[in-house]
Every structure is written in C-alpha cells, then in structure tokens.
Nanobody, 114 residues
C-alpha cells in the first residue's frame, strides 16, 4: 500500500522555523522526483519546491527562495522541507507529492502567527 505521510507542522511565530518530513512507503522512493505543495484557505494548491531522484537538482517557488530548503534521504525513504524565516503568508496545509505516479500525502498544517 502506497503511503506518503507528512509530519512536522504546527504553530510558529513569524521569523521562526519548522522542518517538515514526508515518509514514503509502498513504492520505490528513490526512483521518483518529489515535490512539496501548499494550499492556503481559499487559494489554489501551489508548488513550493521540487527535488530530483538523487537530490542533485532542486527548484523553488519565488516566494520561498532563500528561506526554504528541500532535501531527501533515499536510505530512509524520506523527504524534508526546512522552512526558515517563516511569514504569515506561509500559513497553509503542506503536502508531499510524487508527481509521477501521482501520489499525495494527507497534508500537515503550518500556521505562522504571533
């Protein structure tokens, strides 16, 4: 059974940091590029960051460049999103995604508020 399970969300003050994790199971994680998405209330789902199979290439949305870092550990079947200098506009549900074959996690809530 394929599973992508996000964790690490929570409430943080502006300027704070969080590290999200996405644990994969049921498929060969190392063979697939992976992405983080987020969806704020009333807004469309937005791609935040992407990483290739071995982690050699990474891409970020302009809104998070310089603040977020995507990484993966294929030995642990896990992807990460380190989020620094968080802003209220980063408040959203964050999802991990394997774009091909189209797997999604259930999401983890990140709330940035004082």
């Amino acid at each position: 059974q394929v599973q992508l399970v996000e964790s690490g969300g929570g409430l943080v003050q502006p300027g704070g940091s969080l590290r999200l994790s996405c644990a994969a199971s049921g498929f060969t994680f190392s063979r697939y590029a992976m992405r983080w998405y987020r969806q704020a209330p009333g807004k469309e789902r937005q791609m935040v960051a992407a990483i290739t199979t071995a982690g050699g290439s990474k891409n970020y949305a302009d809104s998070v460049k310089g603040r977020f870092t995507i990484s993966r550990d294929n030995a642990k079947n896990t992807m990460y999103l380190q989020m620094n200098n968080l802003k209220p506009d980063d408040t959203a549900v964050y999802y991990c995604n394997a774009p091909s074959p189209g797997y999604w996690g259930q999401g983890t809530q990140v709330t940035v508020s004082s």
